[in-house]
């Protein structure tokens, strides 16, 4: 019989730096779910992505067990990634903050695909053209 799952929790934590405190800690801690567990898993399956934002969904079940599944990092955070920034433009489309190009915003789509709702790798390149237009920056 299957367990049933009670509350499903997403958060996007620093790859390899998931801690107790809050975020964590405040979002796991009503679930009844072993906080330093979750942390200590979470860190050991993305230590090797440090430096990215590695989004999870961690599907709480009545037994109080869990399992989670981790996503792709955000498109915003790969494309500041490859434009070189800490943050995209506030003033869309006014104000640019780069530019990427063709084989960049491809790559990032590859990455992406499995988080996607596109059926083909040329959706995606638009999903994530359309991204670097919100954010000012030019697909070049």
Do not use: H, W
């Not at 800690?25 to 440090?50: R, S, V």
């Not at 969904?57 to 500041?80: G, H, M, Q």
């Amino acid at each position: 019989m299957a367990k049933k799952i009670t509350k499903v929790i997403k958060l996007a934590i620093a790859a390899g730096k998931a801690n107790p405190a809050p975020p964590i800690g405040t979002a796991l801690g009503p679930a009844g779910l072993n906080i330093a567990e979750f942390c200590k898993k979470y860190n050991d399956m993305t230590k090797d992505k440090m430096g990215q934002i590695i989004p999870v969904i961690i599907n709480v079940y009545e037994d109080r067990t869990y399992d989670f599944i981790l996503k792709t990092p955000p498109a915003s955070s790969l494309i500041l990634k490859a434009v070189g920034v800490e943050k995209g433009s506030g003033e869309v489309p006014k104000k640019k903050i780069g530019s990427i190009s063709k084989a960049q915003v491809e790559e990032i789509a590859n990455i992406k695909m499995p988080d996607l709702n596109a059926k083909d790798l040329k959706g995606a390149i638009s999903i994530v053209e359309g991204q670097c237009r919100s954010m000012g920056v030019d697909v070049k």
